[in-house]
């Protein structure tokens, strides 16, 4: 039910849903003005036409009466009742006081006329049924009264049975559009699903995907075979980034790796004086090697082509491995490592990477800290009312200078050093690679003031 509700919803929020309200709403109209002039053409004709019948009929007895008399009139409405046998049309020739003279109304109707002498009312028949009737009111000389009317059982009985008519066909015709609506929209909605997933897979670093086209040329197809065209050239140009960087590392790592180890034998026969240098060219390639491994693997972390591990992991236990490697550094600077982590904070992800990503935070907390303070490292849940139910979330806490806001999204490029920062040793790749294995994860990488100090949290789906 409640995935039902969702889809639904989801229904009910596409373009192609509000299109299909907007054209209700139009041919709502459309059908409207249709069967007002429709109505108009037929049943308004039928009252008009009975109304005009009405008023030519009271016009002849006015003028048999002004012509003849009082005597004339009233062997006319009773030849006109003779011959009536429906008895359909009603007479009643009145006095002043409307006492009848004339006619097949046994007595005035109660109802009151309008500006132009209209009256309608129910008219109880010899056989004793009633039915609605309308008639026209005359006032003769003399303060003698003329009502000349007509059954119009059969006119209301036309007005209801095209009202009912009227009423289910439009109550049909909203129903068949909302579900035409719905159904188009799901239509749409399931090529968007379909979109969405092989793009979402695209992101994840599957760039052999292609979006499905259904042959059948709409725009759609037309829109799915331009993005494969793209998505083909940028396969291809990554595929050419990727293979410059294989030669790099090849080309580039290795020579440099052999500088690295011919210093180092240089360094070992070398004289006092000469020595401390070479070491200090082999530190400095160890460096190099060390920021050209990093810069290869944030690439291939951010491309996607870094094949990752996911199974389940405590990040507890990463906490205390990583604290573990750092407890003799923390120690040498007189600097108390610590850990507060609740316990069931497990989240699928690369073992590897999260460590590594966690030690960067780490080591980056070490170098910037004060000496004599505490780097408190803390993992717990996030949820029951927190931004982000289902997070787990791992923050590293220093006493050292921080960062300012406004510097915070600069830090996570590569290469990005603050200015007080730039004699320390590192390369400014640190976070970069935090960030990319937060991202890898579908988490985010979060900086905030500890006052005095930083305070870095990995936020990651449990």
């Known amino acids: 039910m409640r995935r039902l509700r969702q889809r639904l919803g989801a229904i009910l929020r596409t373009t192609t849903f509000h299109l299909t309200l907007s054209y209700i709403a139009l041919f709502g109209i459309s059908v409207s003005l249709l069967t007002l002039f429709f109505y ?10 009975t109304d005009a019948t009405l008023k030519s009929e009271i016009t002849g007895l006015a003028e048999q009466y002004l012509e003849h008399g009082l005597d004339r009139l009233v062997q006319v409405i ?23 003279l004339a006619g097949n109304l046994a007595a005035y109707p109660p109802a009151t006329p309008d500006e132009e002498g209209w009256i309608e009312f129910v008219h109880r028949r010899a056989d004793g049924r009633e039915v609605p009737a309308r008639a026209r009111v005359y006032l003769l000389r003399d303060g003698l009264h003329l009502l000349v009317g007509r059954n119009i059982g059969q006119l209301r009985q036309l007005k209801q049975t ?13 129903v068949l559009a909302a579900a035409g609506g719905l159904l188009m929209s799901g239509r749409v909605l399931n090529r968007i699903s379909a979109f969405t997933r092989t793009t979402s897979e695209i992101v994840a670093g599957r760039l052999d995907r292609r979006l499905d086209e259904q042959g059948g040329g709409d725009e759609f197809d037309l829109l799915a075979g331009h993005l494969n065209v793209m998505l083909d050239r940028l396969e ?37 004086e000469l020595r401390g240098e070479l070491e200090a060219s082999v530190a400095e390639a160890d460096a ?27 990040l507890a236990r990463i906490v205390d491995d990583a604290l573990d490697l750092y407890q003799g550094l923390a120690q040498e600077r007189n600097v108390v490592l610590a850990a507060d982590s609740e316990p069931g904070c497990n989240i699928s992800g690369d073992r590897n990477l999260l460590f590594q990503a966690i030690a960067n935070l780490i080591d980056n907390a070490l170098k910037y800290t004060a000496t004599g303070t505490t780097v408190l490292v ?22 050292g200078p921080g960062i300012p ?45 500890n006052a005095p100090g930083l305070r870095v949290s990995l936020r990651l789906p449990a």
């Open 40 to 49: 108009w053409s037929t049943i308004g004709l039928i009252v008009r036409e």
């Open 78 to 100: 009773a030849h006109r009742i003779r011959n009536d046998p429906s008895g359909d049309m009603l007479y009643l020739f009145t006095t002043r006081d409307n006492q009848p």
């Open 162 to 174: 095209f009202n009912r008519a009227l009423l289910i066909g439009g109550g049909l015709t909203f």
């Open 236 to 272: 291809a140009l990554l595929e050419t980034v990727r293979h410059v960087s294989d030669n790099i590392a090849h080309d580039l790592r290795t020579p440099l790796t052999r500088l690295r180890n011919r210093i180092e034998l240089a360094a070992r026969d070398a004289q006092d």
């Open 288 to 314: 190099l090697l060390a920021t050209f491994t990093a810069l290869l693997r944030i690439a291939r972390i951010e491309s996607g082509s870094y094949d990752a591990h996911f199974e389940p992991v405590d």
């Open 378 to 399: 803390t993992v717990h849940h996030e949820g029951d009312g927190g931004k982000a139910p289902g997070m787990v979330r791992v923050t590293v806490a220093d006493s």
């Open 405 to 449: 806001v406004e510097e915070h999204a600069r830090v996570t490029q590569r290469f990005a050093r603050l200015d007080r920062s730039r004699s320390l040793p590192g390369s400014g790749l640190g976070l970069s690679l935090v960030k990319a294995v937060a991202e890898r994860h579908r988490g985010t990488l979060e900086f905030a003031d």
